[in-house]
């Protein structure tokens, strides 16, 4: 089976920073578009950021000047390094990817992490 764990969430003052980083594990041949999304409270889920297999990036408007996303391909890693934090950026931060699975070969396969939470305080 395959897993991703997430991990750097936390509590943070307004203006201040945060990294995540989020880890796939498994039966993995390789990943394709690794991606962030928030889910405030009472809202939607929401995409952050995502970056292809050869490293393009797409950023929300929100994300836009604040927010970095990169990847590791050989640890199967994605980070989001987040500055210049702000109330809104709250909520609860899910990696996702997409990947080929070894065994069973399968391609396309969507996998999400449990979450981390993002405090941010005004």
């Known amino acids: 089976h395959v897993q991703l764990v997430e991990s750097g969430g936390g509590l943070v003052q307004a203006g201040g920073s945060l990294s995540l980083s989020c880890a796939a594990s498994?039966?993995?041949?390789?990943?394709?578009?690794m991606g962030w999304y928030r889910q405030a409270p009472g809202k939607q889920r929401e995409l952050v950021a995502a970056v292809g297999s050869v490293g393009s990036a797409n950023y929300a408007d929100s994300a836009k000047g604040r927010f970095t996303i990169s990847r590791d391909n050989a640890k199967n890693t994605v980070y989001l390094q987040m500055s210049n934090l702000k109330p809104e950026d709250t909520g609860v931060y899910y990696c996702?990817?997409?990947?080929?699975?070894?065994?069973?070969?399968?391609?396309?396969?969507?996998?999400w992490g449990k979450g981390t939470l993002v405090t941010v305080s005004s």
């Open positions: 996702n990817a997409n990947l080929d699975r070894l065994w069973p070969r399968l391609y396309g396969e969507n996998y």
């Open positions: 498994g039966s993995i041949f390789s990943t394709n578009a």
